[in-house]
């Protein structure tokens, strides 16, 4: 238990001095700004303000329910976006009809940005949280089915005899052989479908994001920006940045890590 | 006909001169040479801007002001108004008198130019069953379509729910915050909201497709309102008082033309917003709308948005948030419309 | 000796790009025996491997038949198992253990545990490489891959290992080790070997049986017992015969290469 908490410490440490010397240029550039006064105040607050603002919009709750909702529908989202996705690779392995079909989905709909498509989402499916999701799964499938497909069809012919040699199923090839051989791919599309369906979620609750009390990030930063409160707007964008160090830091870095890294299978 | 432009041109001194001396004493020593040559103006898509794009259209400014150049952009949202205004990217835009008072609030230096319009705002609704707010009853499934929350729309429902229901949060919790456009669209196919509390030219062409207003925004209200006011930057003001003056008589004139059904302006209207002449004519001639250049219901409002916690300081007085453009024509409308709502044609 | 595999006058042909159809194998007669450790000896491009690929399985006569124990073959099965060339036959994301294991867990081979873990450090102990079981692949050199993979084919307990040129990319030091260690598992483990090589040495070295065959048509010109005599054991060149016997082999093949050439200046395209 000790190793652990030691290995996380050593882990924090090395990131955090990368950031940080970052994250101190722009506060430092951001005060220096501000001090200048070119901007209004309300425009450019000082680092205090934002920093109180974030500081309390945490402690009460409002920021931390929201960074959950949006979360919370990016998780379904990219679920169903993933579960899709192997299931349009398995179709697509079965016959060159079905790859045909598949290849002429993604040439379609992979270049439509999701925003675009919403006033026809709000027809189809209303003005919930579905509609957010199902922006989210569009962002998510196309990328994440192009990497997967790509990942599979790049399994060398050699782990294919393999698993034909020592008897596997269909079903076993594709998870015991197909989906760990096709990893990095699938990381890559995975990272891609994240940062996408983030902005999509964003954006799309920019435009529509609140019912009644529940509502996300997205809609948060509307809201702030509509009441002029600058400082809140900034807050909100920490933590979306924060939640992408976090995602892509800690999240990905750590899953590569511990498989692919572990295994070899990235050229570094 | 002669009587009515002498009467504008005088109003007009007047209030040309009112602007200067205002600037003078809030910035002594400032020359009044023009220190540039442009003035940067913004206003949003819809028949309530019309004032601007006829103005736009039919070059107006530019009669008062030959030598300068006007830069017009037509931006998305209030917020970017605001923005702008404050980033000093803009000298005067449109925005509603709620978003201004919290500008005025949160310290932005801007204040109210001139009234723009007041206009019928109104809950539509389809089902007669909401023609009464008392049957909203489930929050998930009796939606009703705002703007956003903190709008004039939020605003008058929770004035109407105070009224009907007793408590103005009452159905806070039925809100879902959405453009018009998409409200317009999700009310009429019933999906998902069953009121939209809408603003022409929305409100008119859900009444022409089967919807009933349940709220009247003046009965709400409790009398006329500015749903939109021109809103000019302190730099602005500070430093182009000429400038200021020319723009407040451009929008006179302009306001004149739109309320008389000019045929040069009306052309402009129709096709801008893409109407025939009658349907033009007739959202013109709507009840309750009301081009003018003095701001309506400044203090009520302000007061209800203290009182609810929209805002955190009650302004003193109306120079606190309105240029003296606006002050000047406050005081001058007891008991009916001004000598300068007349010299406007206002109804 | 009962023939373990039979290959009976198997054609294999393709058509390339252009829909020319082109003649692979021609007519191949060959017989495995039970315990018998076969050297398929040619120039590339005669069929070597496509051969091997037919008797495990992975692709299918043109015509002719290939028996297994009297049974035609249909597909890939564990009773013949592969090592391959290449060092990336491992599955990397596997330790060395569990690629050993791998046949043995899909297959449900063992009551249990347990007794899946004795048969596995058992073939591993056997390639000497016991003390590498929680190594993944990338952490170990290309000869102990090629090791893990023979571990691999062994612990699967196939009736024919079928091996194509697996110490080919090794250096001639560690090629000469994993010779006699693979010749002392054969040895000891009585198991039927179809080795491919190109290398004349290794052919010698290793081969019960030593088969040559010709390119364009493919077919078997050399189908002999190693006439090596070592007394059992492995062949090194100073046993009595080693000479002769690579002389021959060697004209053989020479042969083979000098009218590959000739064919090739007369017929460029005839290339499989």
């Known amino acids: 238990m000790g190793n652990v908490i030691k290995k996380v410490l050593v882990l924090l440490k090395n990131l955090f001095f990368k950031r940080l010397i970052f994250f101190i240029g722009i506060i430092v550039v951001w005060q220096v700004l501000f001090y200048t006064k070119l901007y209004p105040v309300q425009m450019f607050p000082s680092v205090k303000t934002i920093w109180d603002s974030l500081v309390n919009n945490l402690a009460n709750g409002e920021l931390l329910a929201k960074t959950g909702f949006s979360l919370e529908l990016i998780g379904i989202g990219m679920l169903i976006g993933m579960i899709l996705s192997v299931i349009f690779t398995g179709l697509a392995m079965i016959s060159k009809v079905c790859r045909n079909f598949v290849d002429s989905i993604i040439t379609i709909a992979h270049p439509l940005p999701g925003i675009a498509l919403l006033p026809i989402i709000i027809l189809w499916l209303g003005l919930g949280s579905n509609a957010i999701i199902f922006v989210i799964v569009h962002s998510v499938l196309w990328p994440m089915l192009l990497n997967t497909m790509t990942g599979f069809s790049s399994v060398p012919k050699l782990y294919k005899q393999l698993g034909q040699n020592i008897e596997m199923s269909k079903i076993k090839l594709v998870f015991g052989i197909y989906i760990p051989a096709s990893l990095p791919n699938i990381y890559a599309g995975l990272k891609i479908s994240w940062a996408r369906a983030w902005r999509a979620l964003i954006s799309a609750e920019m435009i529509f994001g609140a019912s009644g009390t529940s509502s996300g990030l997205g809609f948060y930063i509307s809201q702030k920006r509509y009441d002029m409160d600058t400082p809140a707007v900034f807050a909100a964008l920490i933590v979306i940045m924060l939640i992408g160090i976090l995602v892509e830091d800690i999240f990905f870095n750590q899953l590569e890590k511990r498989t692919i890294g572990k295994w070899g299978m990235v050229s570094q | 006909m002669k009587r009515r432009m002498l009467s504008l041109v005088i109003v007009l001194g007047l209030v040309a001169s009112l602007a200067l001396t205002g600037c003078n004493e809030a910035k002594p020593g400032a020359t009044n040479a023009p220190t540039v040559g442009t003035i940067k103006i913004a206003y949003q898509n819809g028949l309530s801007y019309s004032p601007f794009y006829v103005m736009q259209e039919m070059k107006i400014i530019e009669k008062y002001l030959p030598n300068v150049k006007v830069e017009w952009t037509v931006l998305a949202s209030g917020s970017a108004v605001s923005e702008g205004l404050a980033a000093g990217s803009l000298d005067i835009g449109v925005m509603g008198v709620a978003p201004l008072l919290t500008a005025w609030d949160k310290g932005f230096s801007m204040k109210i130019f001139s009234g723009l319009v007041n206009s019928p705002l109104g809950l539509v609704v389809l089902d007669d069953k909401y023609m009464s707010l008392k049957n909203f009853t489930e929050p998930n499934k009796d939606k009703i379509a705002v703007p956003a929350p903190k709008s004039i729309q939020h605003i008058l429902l929770s004035m109407a729910a105070q009224k009907q229901l007793g408590k103005a949060t009452a159905l806070d919790e039925y809100l879902k915050a959405l453009a018009h456009p998409d409200a317009q669209t999700a009310l009429l196919n ?47 003001m500070d430093e182009q008082p000429a400038y200021a003056g020319a723009v407040y008589m451009a929008m006179s004139e302009t306001i004149g033309l739109i309320n008389s059904k000019d045929d040069a302006a009306v052309q402009v209207i129709m096709s801008k917003e893409k109407l025939t002449k009658d349907t033009a004519i007739k959202y013109l001639d709507w009840a309750g709308t009301n081009f003018t250049t003095t701001p309506y219901g400044l203090a009520g409002l302000a007061k209800y948005m203290k009182d609810v916690g929209y805002i955190e300081k009650l302004p003193a007085s109306y120079s606190d948030y309105c240029w003296s453009t606006a002050t000047a024509t406050i005081g001058q409308r007891a008991g009916g419309p001004s000598v300068l709502e007349k010299a406007q044609n206002r109804k | 000796m009962s023939s373990l595999i039979e290959v009976k006058n198997v054609i294999k042909q393709y058509s390339n790009a252009e829909g020319k159809l082109l003649t692979v194998l021609d007519g191949i007669d060959l017989n495995f025996e039970q315990g018998s450790f076969t050297c398929i000896l040619g120039p590339s491009g005669c069929g070597k491997t496509t051969l091997l690929e037919l008797i495990g399985g992975f692709q299918l006569p043109t015509s002719g038949q290939i028996l297994t124990n009297g049974n035609p073959v249909k597909g890939p099965g564990m009773d013949r198992s592969m090592v391959f060339q290449t060092f990336d036959q491992l599955l990397p994301w596997k330790t060395v253990f569990k690629n050993v294991e791998y046949a043995l867990t899909i297959n449900k081979i063992g009551a249990d545990k347990k007794e899946r873990e004795d048969t596995v450090m058992k073939f591993l102990s056997l390639v000497e490489l016991e003390k590498f079981r929680d190594y993944y692949p990338h952490q170990i050199s290309g000869g102990m891959k090629q090791r893990v993979a023979i571990a691999r084919s062994l612990a699967q307990r196939p009736q024919v290992i079928l091996m194509d040129e697996p110490f080919a990319s090794l250096d001639s030091q560690t090629r000469n080790t994993l010779q006699e260690q693979l010749f002392r598992i054969w040895e000891k483990a009585n198991v039927t070997i179809v080795f491919i090589t190109h290398n004349i040495q290794e052919a010698i070295v290793l081969g019960s049986k030593i088969v040559v065959m010709a390119k364009s048509p493919s077919k078997i010109v050399v189908n002999i017992d190693n006439p090596v005599d070592a007394g059992g054991g492995i062949r090194f060149p100073d046993a009595k015969g080693y000479n002769e016997c690579w002389k021959f082999l060697h004209e053989k093949i020479s042969a083979q290469t000098y009218k590959e050439e000739l064919i090739q200046e007369n017929n460029p395209d005839e290339i499989c």
């Open chain 2, 190 to 236: 019933k999906i998902d909201i069953v009121a939209h509390f809408s603003s022409p030219p929305f409100l008119f062409s859900e009444v022409a497709k089967g919807g009933k207003v349940a709220v009247d925004g003046f009965d709400a209200f409790g009398g006329d309102f500015s749903f939109l006011v021109s809103v000019a930057s302190k730099k602005f």
